[in-house]
């Protein structure tokens, strides 16, 4: 049972603990697990979160950052002020839980449906499309001299690995073929900075409260390359959740995101982050088809996965929408 | 010919049963599963009434964008091919039109509560 591991661990790096409890697992494959539990500390209980590759799991994906790196990111994002968990343990081999990291659990929601309609985030809400736009620019900002290993992607690599993606799906799709001749014709080329990107920053990976945004999550696909990539994505349909003209993730719109980055002292290309809206639209697309392919082909058959796999068809409409809209 | 009742009749009266009698009786996780098992046998309802219909507009539409004959599968990887060559494009008459009725009819099967095909649905096709 994980419970007697965390209780060692945690009593040996965190002063007076006594042990842990209520560990529960909150998500996760084969390769990459996240665990809820609660430290037990005479000053009251901590909240706690663990990520972890379990034993035996020790290569992460190709696109993937890896644990130590995204510890290392959190850690850094915090120290900066960006909204983010602490880290509190980063494993080690006396554990004997695998490879990962404990953060300090924030409490708030990550469900994008919820934080869209409940009552409790309506203060919330009309603020979070440009507090959004200044905790990008403060990301953007990391020191890059700081940062751990990370490969590097610009748009023509990008382009050139979904295309691989796509074919290698064998998934004959002509609006895929349109957006890729697209993408190809309007390829920015390298951008006039590199920085931290952080690769996946879209509403289900921010937990919120009645406050905003209270932490930035799931840095695994975290890469060097062109800021305005995270912009793009975070206005991705996909992550609007039914509130399509509220392009910042069913929040507000480019113009608070945007002027939210500029405050903080950073400079917006809105014609790169369109560019980044139609590629990420992509992505996702060919992400279904990934979903596809590892229902039809792997070991789990699982009927959620099939059912990703039929939403390629969402992202079809919403590039046609991007790149052939009909008149209004 | 195969018998009756349909596999439309049949997946419908399946996917009723789950959703009427045994929804009441699922909580937590299964519950959730069980709301994915009922979405699937919606969306293969939708396809068994809707395919025969959308699979032959589109093969005429094909063929006429494309002058040659085939299956849907086989156009569809020939209309591909021909946007990856560049031989087609949004400027070719009929493609974007084939496009968007072809995607149209997808989402129909699909995901008919997805906003942006409502949102297209309500500009009149």
């Known amino acids: ?328 | 010919m195969q018998d009756e009742p349909t596999p439309i009749e049949l997946t419908k009266a399946v996917a009723d049963f789950l959703r009427n009698d045994i929804t009441p009786l699922i909580s937590g996780h299964q519950a959730f599963k069980l709301r994915v098992a009922i979405n699937i046998l919606d969306l293969v309802t939708r396809q068994l009434t809707q395919e025969e219909g959308s699979n032959a507009r589109e093969v005429e539409r094909l063929r006429g964008l494309l002058g040659i004959d085939g299956s849907v599968t086989e156009l569809n990887r020939a209309l591909a091919e021909r946007i990856a060559k560049g031989e087609a494009d949004l400027t070719t008459p009929g493609l974007a039109e084939h496009l968007w009725a072809t995607t149209m009819d997808k989402l129909a099967v699909d995901q008919p509560n997805y906003a942006s095909y409502k949102r297209e649905l309500g500009r009149g096709g």
């Open chain 1, 1 to 328: 049972m994980i419970e007697a591991e965390l209780s060692r661990s945690a009593q040996r790096w965190c002063k007076g603990a006594t042990g842990a409890t209520s560990a529960a697992k909150l998500s996760g494959g084969a390769s990459q697990e996240t665990w809820r539990f609660d430290i037990v500390h005479p000053d009251g209980v901590i909240g706690a979160i663990l990520r972890r590759s379990p034993k035996g799991y020790g290569a992460a994906p190709t696109r993937a950052a890896g644990l130590a790196a995204e510890a290392q990111l959190m850690q850094l994002a915090f120290e900066a002020g960006v909204p983010s968990p602490r880290v509190m343990h980063v494993l080690v081999p006396e554990d004997d839980l695998g490879t990962g990291f404990i953060m300090q659990r924030v409490e708030g929601e990550t469900i994008a449906r919820k934080i869209l309609r409940d009552e409790q985030y309506a203060a919330a809400r009309p603020i979070l499309a440009r507090q959004i736009g200044g905790i990008l620019a403060g990301l953007h900002r990391l020191p890059r001299d700081k940062l751990p290993e990370l490969r590097i992607r610009g748009a023509t690599q990008e382009i050139s690995e979904f295309d691989r993606d796509y074919r290698s799906l064998n998934w004959p799709k002509p609006v895929f073929e349109l957006a890729l001749r697209w993408l190809r014709d309007h390829d920015p080329g390298p951008s006039a900075e590199t920085t931290l990107v952080h690769g996946d920053f879209r509403n289900g990976n921010l937990i919120i409260g009645a406050d905003g945004v209270r932490a930035v999550l799931d840095w695994e696909l975290a890469h060097l390359g062109d800021p305005m990539e995270d912009l793009g994505w975070v206005c991705v349909n996909s992550w609007r959740f039914g509130e399509i003209d509220k392009p910042v993730g069913g929040f507000g719109s480019r113009e608070e995101l945007f002027a939210g980055y500029e405050a903080a002292g950073r400079k917006v290309d809105p014609e790169r982050v369109k560019f980044w809206e139609v590629m990420g639209t992509l992505r996702w697309g060919i992400m279904c088809g990934g979903m596809m392919q590892r229902f039809r082909e792997g070991p789990d058959h699982s009927m959620e996965r099939a059912m990703i796999g039929r939403r390629a068809s969402e992202t079809e409409i919403d590039l046609l929408r991007l790149l052939a809209p009909r008149g209004s």
